[in-house]
């Protein structure tokens, strides 16, 4: 919303400065966003007499001034050839910059003789186009008189942000309203007086009932033997420092009073109406409108419209239509002061994207009880301005009921603002807002006026009585019942969260927040773009579908990267990932992604290309710390389509419970996402994880450590090839539970030694005794239980 | 008989001579060897007299202790040399590199959101979850936003597709609707905040169509907008670690809060550079109000004797205002350089008592 200083006052009768008003209307809700002055540009220059304007001696075009300004008396040379002796116009020192072409003027000497400033047009200054000859200002014009103040421009323009509830202040007088109840001013009172009809409309005017609520109220008057031209100065000056453009008289008065009072109105050419009359009534579905934007609409059943026999001839609460829009050969005007509702007018606005401001305050509200008296005050000023004869004003529908009393404690402004307001203050500022207010004997009673359809119960009223106190007389008060030492704000799930987090950082991943969002078509390379995930309204097609797993945006950025010179990329995110579209569809998941070599080339030690060894270590290592570990744990290679089938698993939890992923991408994969490997990945699904039972005590399970020599013994197995070397490690350790501490695989090699399909794996067993130090036959015994125990489960012998 | 001076000084010669160790048992064979003279003077000791013998033993006894002392010194001696020199022909450059570490990062919004939840903890708060894909009524209905509402407008909100029976989801667009699900879920008081994602249909320079928000949500009985003001002072003291913040609340307008308040921290603008809480400039950084009745009484809450407030804030907002990170959009980008530069260490973890930042 914008407004000038100037505009403001003709509302409002106050001594505040500025800078007064500005920090007021921001402190009570009114943001102002920006002020604008335009006088500032303008600042340099003053109103100057041509004393003498003689022939320059070199130069025919060019005349030589002798010119009278605020500094002394100067001499320029002018090109204009309206520079004539007696004239008043600008002056330009020496100095200034030229607002219309941003140039500093210099002192020059043009053919030979000095110049000491410049004469300047109107379109030099930045005001207008004109630029024929320099300005020629009045005679009466004070010689040194600022120019800004001459032509009326040093008038700041204010930008409010207001906030979607304030329909009133759509209007320059319902800020000025708001200001009165700062105690900023005193609201002047406007001309409520009738314009008497002379004779009666011509026009007829009827509401369809379908179209009832869509209008409930609509006022029509003719106005005829109207002359229609441009709008005096001062009202296309308004009209301009707003932002519009003056079109002509009868236009702009429409525009005027929708700025200035919230009253949007239209006007129609009555000589383009058909004889019938005006009927309001909604759209019949595939009817189109010429509108006064020059474009073509096709309306729906939904759509109210303003229709004579021969056609639309508007868009109700929308926009006029071009077939009877008014020119400067209309003779006879009728003029429009209706109320449209504000849902159906949003959704027309919306569906045809038209946003104009009669459209912007009808959604929001207009001023139910103001239609009338709105007529009358732009009857009353298109005849002062157009001449012309009113009829009396034809109306049809009804003001709905706007009336609203509100029970209001004023002890609920302490209660719910926390400051202390003065129940007299209270009253004050409500009656400022141009509530009505009587005291009961245990509230007041509020009667909300007409333009505050916002204010429906009683915590409206204490927001309005607090804002407009000012929210700098809130106290800081701390929160109470605080405690001593605080318990800990975070949930099981979300510790494990920030500890994945960490951890996966602390092993040289990077932490990345991708997108909740993907591809369909990525979506469903990873088990997901269904349907039911699939955005209406994506931002791009790349990006409408949620993500079924992080990897699917880890890799792309990894990809990224790579293309941005960084072949080796560590990469992890923890996050959402969207299953359905219940609340229970959402899971929480940490990935990671390593593409690359391992580790930098050094001078110590060759680097490799990552593989799915780092991937698993990743995700075991994160198991691990999220106190998910060793026997519980198995691996499968089961793993997810988007992996590569032979170089990839899952680690379960029991027999069914799929904890994480990991391992190399499927090639197929990479290639949709345009990656080059190699590339590993992991995910590990966090909600999948046993929660943490809150324990009866933190104490440890008891220790017992011995001195007792541990031993370590290995063992070589062969094998078929296809037997996994987790069952073999399993068989091993569970041979001797009591004394084994610990299974390790040092040894892995296929070769023809061993026959076809046969591999060697090489166990290093740790004994470790809790009881008594081992003999040698006891080493042998469990040494043979091994052997034995592996050779059962997999049909493994000791190598010879 | 030789004498025994004459004699020590023959073997400890070649001791003291001796260059290497090789050349130290040679010395030693040939004093104390099987053939050696020293162990051959003690075989014959048999042929002597009892009175000479022990004479004569004693000597040989003496100078064998003396003898073998000065082996002892000589080899430790050579053996010091040996290893200096062998330790001498290990030396290398030890300002080649040490071998490579690779070291994670936090990203700024997860240390962020750390950071928020110590602050909010410390004051009594605990963290509180919702969905970010939501139904129509838990983002906007029970929000005091009827369907008519022109932040239900499809510009603003991503929605999923229809289901079949017409009705449809959609993501959030602020995280308030985890203040309906906490209210649903328990009775009150309520002290919780709600991090988490939201999204808008809104791309440019300043807008992503994905951010992150923080929920904050206190109803309690006598709770008024002093308490809010108290609370978010002390948030952005802590947070923005300085003494003050220079703060200013401003009436505003939400739906779902009534009164309602913008809030903005002073700041100074110098020479590219960001203060937080002193200068003439004001940052908006949340917005906040009282729970709109309306709200409470959508969750079976008597507005008469419950009441409280609300507020949301933009979670890259104040990470971008505190850590001076120039563009919302980077983000989301995860660019190496830019997580390396403006991520974190695994180790800095947020903590009151240790400090929130380095």
């Known amino acids: ?800 | 008989m030789q004498d025994i001076a004459e004699l020590e000084g023959e073997l400890l010669s070649p001791v003291a001579a001796a260059g290497d160790l090789e050349a130290l048992e040679a010395a030693r064979i040939a004093a104390l060897g099987k053939k050696g003279r020293l162990t051959l003077l003690m075989k014959g000791l048999g042929a002597l007299d009892a009175e000479e013998r022990k004479n004569v033993a004693s000597a040989l006894n003496g100078l064998k202790d003396r003898l073998g002392a000065a082996l002892l010194d000589r080899r430790q001696a050579l053996e010091a040399v040996a290893l200096e020199r062998s330790l001498e022909a290990e030396r290398i450059d030890i300002t080649l590199p040490a071998r490579p570490e690779s070291s994670g990062r936090i990203h700024p919004v997860s240390q962020v959101m750390d950071e928020i939840a110590e602050i909010f903890g410390a004051m009594g708060f605990t963290i509180a979850e919702g969905p970010d894909i939501e139904d129509d009524f838990h983002n906007f209905t029970a929000l005091n936003m009827p369907p008519e509402h022109p932040a239900r407008q499809m510009q603003d909100t991503f929605y999923l597709r229809p289901r079949p029976d017409g009705s449809r989801k959609l993501l959030r667009t602020h995280t308030s609707p985890v203040q309906i699900r906490t209210m649903e879920s328990r009775p009150p008081p309520y002290r919780i905040i709600a991090p988490g994602r939201t999204f808008r249909v809104d791309s440019d320079q300043t807008h992503t169509p994905m951010f992150h928000q923080v929920e904050g949500l206190v109803i309690d009985r006598g709770i008024h907008m002093g308490h809010l003001k108290g609370v978010l002072e002390a948030f952005a003291r802590a947070f923005f670690e300085v003494e003050a913040v220079k703060m200013r609340f401003r009436p505003s307008y939400f739906p779902f809060t009534e009164p309602s308040a913008e809030v903005d921290i002073g700041c100074l603008r110098q020479g590219g550079e960001l203060r937080i809480g002193e200068g003439q400039d004001w940052l908006e950084i949340l917005g906040c109000g009282m729970v709109h009745p309306r709200v409470l009484r959508h969750v079976g809450l008597d507005p008469e004797e419950w009441q409280g407030f609300a507020f949301g804030m933009g979670i890259d907002r104040i990470a971008m205002l505190k850590y001076g990170i120039p563009d919302l959009r980077d983000f989301f980008e995860a660019d190496l350089r830019w997580l390396r530069h403006y991520g974190f260490a695994a180790f800095d973890v947020p903590g009151l008592s240790g400090g929130l930042s380095r």
């Open chain 1, 1 to 800: 919303m914008k407004l000038t200083l100037g505009w403001l006052k003709q509302h409002l009768e106050t001594s505040a400065p500025p800078a007064e008003i500005i920090d007021r209307l921001t402190a009570i809700g009114l943001e102002v966003e920006s002020v604008h002055d335009p006088a500032a540009a303008l600042k340099p220059f003053s109103v100057a007499e041509v004393l003498s304007a003689e022939p320059h001696p070199n130069a025919d075009r060019l005349k030589l001034c002798r010119v009278r300004t605020n500094g002394g008396t100067v001499q320029v040379v002018c090109g204009a050839p309206n520079a004539r002796a007696g004239m008043k116009t600008i002056f330009a020192p020496v100095g200034s910059t030229i607002p219309g072409t941003g140039l500093v003027l210099k002192p020059s000497t043009i053919r030979g003789v000095a110049s000491e400033g410049m004469l300047c047009s109107a379109r030099e200054m930045g005001i207008s186009d004109e630029h024929a000859g320099i300005l020629d200002l009045p005679a009466s014009s004070d010689v040194g008189q600022p120019i800004a103040v001459l032509l009326g421009l040093d008038d700041p323009v204010l930008e409010i942000k207001l906030t979607p509830n304030r329909a009133d202040c759509l209007g320059v007088r319902g800020i000025a309203r708001d200001l009165q109840a700062a105690g900023l001013g005193r609201l002047k009172p406007i001309d409520e007086s009738a314009v008497p009809g002379r004779f009666k409309s011509p026009v007829g005017l009827r509401i369809a009932d379908a179209a009832a609520s869509a209008c409930p109220l609509y006022i029509g008057r003719l106005v005829r033997g109207v002359t229609n031209g441009p709008s005096p100065e001062w009202l296309q000056r308004r009209l301009k420092a707003v932002g519009l453009r003056p079109i002509s008289a009868l236009v702009d008065v429409t525009n005027y009073f929708t700025m200035d009072l919230a009253r949007p109105l239209h006007v129609f050419d009555a000589d383009r109406l058909a004889p019938g009359g005006i009927m309001v009534r909604l759209a019949r579905p595939g009817e189109t409108i010429a509108a006064l934007d020059g474009r073509t609409y096709e309306l729906d059943g939904e759509m109210c419209v303003i229709a004579d026999e021969s056609g639309l001839q508007g868009l109700g609460g929308v926009m006029g239509g071009a077939a009877s829009g008014v020119t400067l050969e209309t003779a006879n005007v009728f003029i429009e002061s209706a109320l449209f509702d504000p849902v159906r007018t949003a959704a027309t606005g919306r569906k045809l994207g038209i946003l104009s401001d009669a459209r912007y305050r009808f959604e929001r509200g207009v001023d139910p009880a103001f239609a009338g008296l709105g007529m009358e005050m732009a009857t009353r000023l298109i005849l002062d301005l157009c001449g012309g004869e009113a009829s009396e004003p034809v109306i049809a529908g009804a003001e709905p009921t706007w009336q609203r009393d509100l029970s209001f404690r004023p002890a609920r402004v302490q209660q719910l603002g926390g400051l202390d307001v003065p129940e007299d203050e209270q009253v004050r500022i409500l009656e400022g807002l141009g509530c009505g207010v009587s005291a009961r004997p245990e509230s007041l009673d509020v009667r909300v006026p007409s333009w505050r359809g916002d204010l429906v119960e009683e915590a409206d009223l204490v927001e309005e009585v607090a804002r407009i106190a000012g929210f700098d007389r809130i106290p800081s008060v701390p929160l109470p019942g605080l405690p001593q030492v605080s318990r800990p704000a975070l949930g099981a799930t979300q510790r494990q969260v920030r500890l994945a987090r960490r951890v996966l950082a602390g092993r040289g991943l990077v932490e990345a927040a991708t997108w909740s969002f993907t591809s369909r078509k990525l979506a469903a390379l990873f088990g997901g773009g269904g349907a039911d995930l699939v955005l209406e309204n994506p931002i791009s097609a790349e990006l409408d579908a949620m993500r079924p797993s992080l990897l699917v945006n880890l890799i792309a950025a990894a990809g990224r990267n790579v293309a941005r010179g960084q072949d080796d990329v560590a990469l992890c995110e923890i996050g959402p990932i969207y299953a359905d579209d219940t609340p229970e569809g959402q899971g929480l998941a940490a990935a990671g992604v390593r593409r690359g070599r391992n580790q930098p080339r050094h001078w110590s030690a060759a680097s490799r290309d990552v593989d799915v060894f780092d991937a698993k270590a990743d995700a075991l290592a994160l198991l691990a710390a999220l106190g998910v570990a060793g026997d519980s744990l198995t691996v499968a290679a089961a793993a997810p389509s988007w992996y590569h089938p032979g170089r990839s698993g899952v680690v379960r939890l029991g027999p069914k419970t799929m904890l994480a992923s990991f391992g190399a991408l499927h090639p197929s994969v990479l290639a949709a996402l345009d990656v080059k490997g190699p590339l590993v990945g992991f995910e590990v699904h966090l909600e999948a994880l046993p929660k943490p039972r809150p324990k009866a005590t933190k104490a440890r399970p008891p220790l017992t450590l011995t001195e007792l020599p541990a031993v370590e013994r290995d063992f070589a197995f062969v094998v078929a090839a296809s037997v996994p070397a987790e069952q073999i490690v399993r068989a091993a350790r569970l041979a001797a539970k009591d004394l084994i501490a610990d299974v390790g695989v040092f040894d892995v090699f296929t070769g023809e030694a061993l026959g076809p399909e046969r591999k060697s794996v090489a166990l290093a067993v740790r004994l470790e005794p809790k009881v008594k130090t081992l003999t040698e036959a006891e080493i042998d015994a469990v040494g043979q239980a091994i052997i034995a125990a592996v050779g059962k489960a997999t049909g493994a012998t000791l190598r010879g």
